[in-house]
């Protein structure tokens, strides 16, 4: 049985750097059928994608996050890590570790078929986690 | 970026009674929508993918349609533990960005 654990400090102070680990058990990250990634949910709001990374360290952001965004990986822990510097209050959120199937998609420009992440069939439980002085 | 719509916002219904779930895309997504429920303090759960395959575990009850830019979720028989809000997302994008709806809440009336 597949399980993800996020874990990290509960709350973080204004213009400093929020960071998170995720640890899967139950399966291997270096799997590569998948990608795994980030998902944040603020108080009473929806979801927004931070961003994915596959086995290999390849990574993808959400555009809106990605000057501030950084997501690694250690395949020897079967752990990601999540990094979110300057951080405000819009970034309290409950965070989500999710692992993706993988799919391939056709580059526009030369319609080279490359793989990426797509659906998310597992979640972690989620870590709540405040910005605040 | 792709948008995704979701109408309504909240829904009240009885159980036994069968509902349908809308949403809409900004431009085609093929059938790459997925459907997720979450329930209070959980972690969303996913039910359907490919627009239209359930899930495993996912009970028949639960049936996803569309393609293209319109996608609708149909719960019939609502059974208690289908009170949740459900959001879509979509997984369409090159290089990848993946867009949620804002979530339909179903509320007992």
Do not use: H
């Not at chain 2, 759960?45 to 009850?61: D, F, H, K, N, V």
Request: include cysteine.
């Amino acid at each position: 049985q597949l399980q993800l654990q996020e874990s990290g400090p509960g709350l973080v102070k204004p213009s400093e750097t929020l960071s998170l680990t995720c640890t899967v058990s139950g399966g291997s990250i270096s799997n590569s059928r998948y990608f795994w990634g980030w998902i944040r949910q603020p108080p009473g709001k929806g979801l927004e994608w931070i961003g994915t990374i596959y086995y290999t360290g390849t990574t993808d952001y959400n555009p809106s996050l990605k000057s501030r965004v950084n997501i690694s990986v250690d395949t020897s822990k079967n752990q990601i890590f999540l990094r979110v510097t300057s951080a405000t209050a819009a970034d309290t959120a409950v965070y989500y570790c999710a692992r993706s199937l993988l799919d391939e998609y056709q580059l526009p420009s030369s319609g080279i078929a490359v793989p990426g992440p797509s659906l998310i069939d597992y979640w972690g439980q989620g870590t709540l986690v405040a910005v605040s002085s | 970026e792709i948008v995704m719509t979701q109408s309504p916002a909240t829904l009240s219904v009885s159980p036994g009674e069968t509902v349908t779930l809308s949403c809409r895309a900004s431009q085609s997504v093929t059938r790459k929508l997925a459907w997720y429920q979450q329930k209070p303090g959980q972690a969303p759960r996913l039910l359907i993918s490919g627009a239209s395959t359930r899930a495993t575990g996912i009970p028949a009850r639960f049936s996803g349609s569309g393609s293209g830019t319109e996608f609708t979720l149909t719960i019939s028989s609502l059974q208690s533990e289908d009170f949740a809000v459900y959001y879509c997302q979509q997984y369409n994008n090159w290089p990848p960005m993946y867009t949620f709806g804002q979530g339909t809440k179903l509320d007992i009336k």
